[in-house]
């Protein structure tokens, strides 16, 4: 059994369940909870275990984290306006996804002709 592969997956299924129960408690803890950098110390770890303790792939990986995590600030900015404005879950959540998808593919794109 690879630990290294099973172990962040149990941890992200106890946060998970974590959230959930905070949440009865505390909106607040539980959404901080929600936003913590968890997931990717977890995704890190699965990368570098992945890649032969390579330093070199697990920095290619981290810049792809980072570019990530401006449409997932996109997202959430979206989903707090829509919420806000009265929407259901439904297409807060497809909008959401909708302007993650086109910051992620603009920023894609950049990455690309600013590299040619």
Known sequence: ???????PVIISIVIIIFVAIVRQYSRTVAAITATMPLNV??????AY???D???????EFSTGLFIGIIPTVVFIG?????VNAGW???P????????WGVTLGLLLAARHFLTL
Do not use: R
């Open 1 to 7: 059994m690879d630990w290294n592969k099973i172990l």
């Open 41 to 46: 110390p977890l995704a890190l770890w699965i």
């Open 49 to 51: 275990s992945a890649e």
């Open 53 to 59: 303790n390579s330093h070199e792939k697990l920095g």
């Open 78 to 82: 979206v989903t707090a306006l829509t």
């Open 88 to 90: 259901s879950i439904g």
């Open 92 to 99: 807060v959540l497809g909008t959401g996804y909708l302007a």
